[in-house]
């Protein structure tokens, strides 16, 4: 072969790395984040920037070049906190779209390993399944029952069947290389064997991207909400500015320091880094799921989770262990548990559980494969069937995978050795059939019974539902087993699958996840709804149900996927509204329940892990994908579980409401502040007062008081209550009509209690007046922080906040820096002030905590109440 390829053993780790070494990752180019430079540049493309080094510019001119090079300095500052911001969101990002890499099955000297697409190289053996996202260009050296959807880059929307064994002329056009699958495409039924034939730009989507590689960040409701939010603000404050502007020419003070104040002012007014401080917290709360074990995929479910109030989950995986283990095989003559001696009649069953399926055993009894496979498999090698060895004496010759529609799993196998068998009675060819019982039991006449075969009367189909039921109710997950025997090879499943012999019931056990009962009950206290929606039998779905917590142990119903189908309207709506175990579903039925729930105003999580799951994944407002899950699954959500529990959807849940609660906080710090200083200066000269501060103490303020504190909040510990309280509304605002009552309160008020100090130290002819509505005006915003970051009262222990405490603690020391370190002084027209005039400006923080902390005392009270 010119790739240098054994099939059998794949290439080797040494010859796989120098080809990776060679050739490059097998990844497609993309569009990387900004350079540090461009991010660093993007700081002085503002208009507010450009606006004050134009000051800067006009002062300069006057010949107060003091007063330039201060602002020179605040404009390179508040730069450098930009550039920081934003350099640290994009880097957050960066590292998050790492994460989102496929998988891929690769054999390698011989062993099978699950390695990053990004390491696959031409001349890999690549095994390809339903569900997986075709990593590489290859060609098909094996394929059974392969369809694939090209529709990626053909645009045809019909999966494709495809042949390895067909022998193609040169030439022939993409879509009608029925040997070949390409990266982008989608395994949508079978199974396959690939050899690599071409990795990333030299694949077939390769060459279409590098004509298309433009990619665009993605702008979430949230971040568009404050942008309009902080254009109603600016709109506002630009009001307020040119009302400054006009009182202070009408009282002819001096032009340059009209038009500097009211530059400052408008840098102050307008929450520019808004934004920024936006998509850090969202990107920060994204790397803390991650630590949860949660991976983001789209920076809007950070937020949205925070609203959900449905969340419609799975069963095997999610509420249990996904560690299936066989409990007890029953058999028409007798019920055998792994461990024990198996009887004969018995053997047929074992076999199907050896080899109906793709599973292997190791020596040292580890499995690889399908959970339910892996469990059936490793009960047969403790019986002592050895798959390599049967698979000698029964090749496979044909197969029928599961499917959602199927139920079931089919195998067909050549009897090379009639002689080393038992039973067969002549036949050719040994049909193995496992799947649930109602998709197996249909097509069985006949029922296994030791000696021989005998008809599946009444007596025997009673006998065998009412197993099936005391299994179920135990939450056991039901197969049935069975066999079939044929004297030529049959063409299709129906032929197949015909007159069917039942061999027996496999009772599976995966037990409940020890976390789940207590993550189902903090879903409750948040007010959120937990459905289960899974594909097993409806006594085995109520069982986990019940043992979850999601059901009361008596009165529950359970509906069923095909229940769904068949209503409409008003009972569908009551249906979704009084049921909460929903059994025998498919993935068009997890579409019908995601519709309802919605129709009735419900914000749905949903989790699913198959090809089939993608539309209802898509449809829900937070589609959660297993990390154990199909790539498509991947693909089609939000958010992807590392590790497929359930209470790790729960904690997505809790950082998306504390994601939300700290973008609140941050944002009524930012526009408390503004509104606080924008009223200090405009207070003063409706009350006929000198400026109150200089236009530098503004932008100084601005600086050090709103940036690093803001930010901070953005990272604020979860509150106490933050499980404990209702969903909020998909639509609610950031900042409510009472939030934004108190805001506007708050800041007026810390502007007329700074303002009145001023006066009265204006008044007593203190020559620092205005340092100390300076000083003033700066603890009261940090008094402000503390009171806004919980809604618990501020003098209570609670989580800490590093960031925050540090934040403040710097602001407070480039506050006195401008005030005592006499080289600064001159430039900020600061006095240095006593022990006692400091005490005394913090009298309007220690007033607008106050009443900070009354009114959140009074919201805590009606929310009691």
Same mark, same amino acid.
């Given at each position: 072969?010119?790739?240098?390829?054994?099939?059998?053993?794949?290439?080797?780790?040494?010859?796989?790395?120098?080809?990776?070494?060679?050739?490059?990752?097998?990844?497609?180019?993309?569009?990387?984040?900004?350079?540090?430079?461009?991010?660093?540049?993007?700081?002085?493309?503002?208009?507010?920037?450009?606006?004050?080094?134009?000051?800067?510019?006009?002062?300069?001119?006057?010949?107060?070049?003091?007063?330039?090079?201060?602002?020179?300095?605040?404009?390179?500052?508040?730069?450098?906190?930009?550039?920081?911001?934003?350099?640290?969101?994009?880097?957050?990002?960066?590292?998050?779209?790492?994460?989102?890499?496929?998988?891929?099955?690769? %054999?390698?000297?011989?062993?099978?390993?699950?390695?990053?697409?990004?390491?696959?190289?031409?001349?890999?053996?690549?095994?390809?399944?339903?569900?997986?996202?075709?990593?590489? $260009?290859?060609?098909?050296?094996?394929?059974?029952? +392969?369809?694939? $959807?090209?529709?990626?880059?053909?645009?045809?929307?019909?999966?494709?069947?495809?042949?390895?064994?067909?022998?193609?002329?040169?030439?022939?056009?993409?879509? #009608?290389?029925?040997?070949?699958?390409?990266?982008?495409?989608?395994?949508?039924?079978?199974?396959?064997?690939?050899?690599?034939?071409?990795?990333?730009?030299?694949?077939?989507?390769?060459?279409?991207?590098?004509?298309?590689?433009?990619?665009?960040?993605?702008?979430?409701?949230?971040?568009?909400?404050?942008?309009?939010?902080?254009?109603?603000?600016?709109?506002?404050?630009?009001?307020?500015?040119?009302?400054?502007?006009?009182?202070?020419?009408?009282?002819?003070?001096?032009?340059?320091?009209?038009?500097?104040?009211?530059?400052?002012?408008?840098?102050?007014?307008?929450?520019?880094?808004?934004?920024?401080?936006?998509?850090?917290?969202?990107?920060?709360? &994204?790397?803390?799921?991650?630590?949860?074990?949660?991976?983001?995929?789209?920076?809007?479910?950070?937020?949205?989770?925070?609203?959900?109030?449905?969340?419609?989950?799975?069963?095997?995986?999610? +509420?249990?262990?996904?560690?299936?283990?066989?409990?007890?095989?029953?058999?028409?003559?007798?019920?055998?548990?792994?461990?024990?001696?198996?009887?004969?009649?018995? %053997?047929?069953?074992?076999?199907?559980?050896?080899?109906?399926?793709?599973?292997? *055993?190791?020596?040292?009894?580890?499995?690889?494969?399908?959970?339910?496979?892996?469990?059936?498999?490793?009960?047969?090698?403790?019986?002592?069937?050895?798959?390599?060895?049967?698979?000698?004496?029964?090749?496979?010759?044909?197969?029928?995978?599961?499917?959602?529609?199927?139920?079931?799993?089919?195998?067909?196998?050549?009897?090379?050795?009639?002689?080393?068998?038992?039973?067969?009675?002549?036949?050719?060819?040994?049909?193995?059939?496992?799947?649930?019982?109602?998709?197996?039991?249909?097509?069985?006449?006949?029922?296994?019974?030791?000696?021989?075969?005998?008809?599946?009367?009444?007596?025997?189909?009673?006998?065998?539902?009412?197993?099936?039921?005391?299994?179920? %109710?135990?939450?056991?997950?039901?197969?049935?087993?069975?066999?079939?025997?044929?004297?030529?090879?049959?063409?299709?499943?129906?032929?197949?699958?015909?007159?069917?012999?039942?061999?027996?019931?496999?009772?599976?056990?995966?037990?409940?996840?020890?976390?789940?009962?207590?993550?189902?009950?903090?879903?409750?206290?948040?007010?959120?709804?937990?459905?289960?929606?899974?594909?097993?039998?409806?006594?085995?779905?109520?069982?986990?149900?019940?043992?979850?917590?999601?059901?009361?142990?008596?009165?529950?119903?359970?509906?069923?996927?095909?229940?769904?189908?068949?209503?409409?309207? $008003?009972?569908?709506?009551? @249906?979704?509204?009084?049921?909460?175990?929903?059994?025998?579903?498919?993935?068009?039925?997890?579409?019908? !329940?995601?519709?309802?729930?919605?129709?009735?105003?419900?914000?749905?999580?949903?989790?699913?892990?198959?090809?089939?799951?993608?539309?209802?994944?898509?449809?829900?407002?937070?589609?959660?994908?297993?990390?154990?899950?199909?790539?498509?699954?991947?693909?089609?959500?939000?958010?992807?579980?590392?590790?497929?529990?359930?209470?790790? @959807?729960?904690?997505?849940? =809790? #950082?998306?409401?504390?994601?939300?609660?700290?973008?609140?906080?941050?944002?009524?710090?930012?526009?408390?502040?503004?509104?606080? =200083?924008?009223?200090?200066?405009?207070?003063?000269?409706?009350?006929?007062?000198?400026?109150? !501060?200089?236009?530098?103490?503004?932008?100084?303020?601005?600086?050090?008081?709103?940036?690093?504190?803001?930010?901070?909040?953005?990272?604020?510990?979860?509150? =106490?209550?933050?499980?404990?309280?209702?969903?909020?509304?998909?639509?609610?605002? !950031?900042?409510?009509?009472?939030?934004?009552?108190?805001?506007?309160?708050?800041?007026?008020?810390?502007?007329?209690?700074?303002?009145?100090?001023? &006066?009265?130290?204006?008044?007593?002819?203190?020559?620092?007046?205005?340092?100390?509505?300076?000083?003033?005006?700066?603890?009261?915003?940090?008094?402000?922080?503390?009171?806004?970051?919980?809604?618990?009262?501020?003098?209570?222990?609670?989580?800490?906040?590093? &960031?925050?405490?540090?934040?403040?603690?710097?602001?407070?020391? !480039?506050?006195? &820096?401008? *005030?005592?370190?006499?080289?600064?002084?001159?430039?900020?027209?600061?006095?240095?002030?006593?022990?006692?005039?400091? +005490?005394?400006?913090?009298?309007?923080?220690?007033?607008?905590?106050?009443?900070? =902390?009354?009114?959140? +005392?009074?919201?805590?009270?009606?929310?009691?109440?």
């Amino acid at each position: 072969m010119r790739l240098g390829t054994d099939l059998q053993q794949g290439l080797s780790p040494a010859e796989a790395s120098r080809r990776a070494r060679s050739l490059g990752p097998n990844a497609l180019p993309e569009a990387g984040g900004p350079s540090p430079l461009r991010v660093l540049w993007a700081q002085f493309q503002s208009a507010l920037v450009l606006v004050l080094l134009g000051a800067a510019a006009v002062s300069l001119l006057l010949g107060n070049a003091k007063e330039a090079v201060a602002v020179g300095a605040v404009v390179a500052l508040n730069a450098g906190l930009g550039f920081l911001q934003e350099y640290r969101a994009e880097r957050a990002m960066s590292a998050l779209r790492r994460l989102v890499v496929p998988r891929a099955r690769v %054999r390698r000297a011989g062993q099978v390993r699950e390695v990053s697409s990004r390491e696959l190289v031409p001349g890999d053996v690549v095994l390809l399944e339903a569900g997986d996202r075709v990593p590489a $260009d290859g060609r098909l050296v094996e394929a059974v029952g +392969l369809r694939v $959807d090209e529709s990626a880059l053909t645009g045809e929307s019909v999966p494709v069947d495809k042949d390895a064994g067909a022998r193609l002329a040169a030439g022939v056009p993409l879509p #009608e290389r029925c040997t070949m699958v390409y990266t982008g495409t989608v395994v949508t039924a079978g199974r396959a064997v690939a050899v690599v034939t071409a990795t990333g730009p030299a694949t077939e989507l390769g060459r279409i991207a590098r004509l298309v590689a433009v990619t665009r960040p993605e702008t979430t409701p949230l971040q568009r909400r404050l942008e309009h939010l902080a254009r109603i603000l600016a709109g506002a404050g630009g009001a307020v500015v040119l009302a400054v502007a006009a009182l202070g020419f009408a009282r002819g003070e001096e032009a340059g320091q009209v038009w500097l104040m009211a530059v400052s002012l408008a840098v102050a007014a307008v929450p520019e880094g808004l934004p920024a401080v936006l998509t850090v917290a969202l990107s920060l709360g &994204a790397q803390r799921m991650l630590r949860r074990r949660v991976l983001i995929r789209k920076l809007s479910a950070v937020e949205t989770l925070g609203s959900v109030t449905v969340i419609c989950t799975d069963k095997t995986g999610t +509420l249990t262990e996904n560690r299936l283990r066989l409990v007890h095989l029953w058999t028409p003559v007798g019920t055998v548990a792994p461990g024990e001696p198996l009887p004969q009649s018995a %053997r047929l069953a074992a076999l199907v559980a050896c080899l109906c399926g793709d599973a292997e *055993v190791n020596g040292d009894g580890r499995t690889t494969g399908d959970p339910v496979d892996a469990a059936l498999a490793l009960a047969a090698f403790g019986w002592g069937f050895r798959r390599r060895e049967w698979n000698a004496v029964l090749p496979r010759r044909g197969e029928w995978p599961f499917d959602s529609a199927r139920k079931r799993v089919t195998t067909v196998h050549g009897v090379e050795h009639p002689d080393k068998l038992w039973e067969v009675g002549g036949a050719r060819y040994l049909v193995l059939v496992k799947g649930a019982p109602e998709a197996v039991l249909p097509r069985c006449t006949q029922v296994w019974v030791g000696a021989g075969a005998e008809p599946l009367g009444e007596v025997w189909l009673r006998q065998v539902d009412e197993q099936v039921e005391e299994m179920a %109710r135990s939450g056991f997950r039901v197969l049935a087993l069975a066999c079939g025997f044929c004297p030529t090879l049959p063409p299709g499943e129906e032929q197949a699958e015909r007159e069917l012999v039942l061999l027996g019931l496999a009772a599976l056990e995966d037990p409940l996840r020890p976390q789940v009962p207590q993550a189902v009950a903090r879903c409750r206290r948040a007010g959120i709804r937990v459905v289960l929606v899974t594909g097993d039998h409806p006594t085995t779905a109520l069982a986990v149900a019940q043992q979850a917590g999601i059901v009361d142990p008596s009165g529950a119903r359970v509906a069923t996927g095909p229940e769904l189908e068949a209503l409409s309207g $008003d009972q569908l709506r009551r @249906v979704v509204r009084e049921v909460s175990v929903f059994a025998r579903v498919l993935p068009e039925h997890k579409v019908i !329940l995601v519709e309802a729930l919605q129709a009735q105003g419900e914000v749905v999580a949903v989790t699913g892990d198959g090809v089939n799951d993608g539309p209802a994944l898509r449809r829900a407002e937070v589609g959660v994908a297993m990390g154990s899950g199909t790539e498509v699954a991947k693909e089609a959500s939000a958010v992807v579980l590392l590790d497929d529990h359930f209470a790790t @959807v729960v904690a997505a849940v =809790e #950082e998306g409401r504390v994601v939300f609660d700290n973008v609140r906080k941050f944002v009524r710090y930012l526009f408390t502040t503004n509104v606080a =200083e924008l009223w200090t200066v405009l207070g003063a000269l409706v009350a006929g007062l000198p400026f109150p !501060l200089y236009p530098l103490q503004v932008l100084w303020i601005n600086l050090v008081t709103d940036g690093p504190p803001a930010l901070a909040l953005g990272v604020e510990p979860p509150e =106490e209550d933050v499980m404990r309280r209702p969903p909020r509304r998909r639509d609610e605002p !950031l900042l409510a009509v009472g939030h934004l009552q108190q805001v506007v309160a708050v800041g007026l008020l810390m502007g007329a209690a700074t303002l009145a100090l001023g &006066a009265y130290f204006l008044k007593r002819g203190h020559p620092g007046w205005q340092t100390v509505v300076f000083a003033a005006l700066g603890a009261a915003q940090f008094f402000n922080v503390y009171a806004i970051r919980t809604s618990t009262p501020m003098w209570r222990p609670g989580p800490g906040n590093p &960031a925050l405490a540090a934040s403040v603690a710097l602001g407070a020391v !480039l506050m006195a &820096a401008v *005030v005592y370190v006499p080289g600064l002084r001159p430039y900020f027209r600061t006095y240095p002030l006593g022990a006692v005039d400091l +005490l005394v400006c913090l009298v309007p923080g220690l007033v607008a905590a106050v009443v900070v =902390e009354a009114a959140e +005392l009074c919201g805590r009270r009606r929310r009691e109440a």
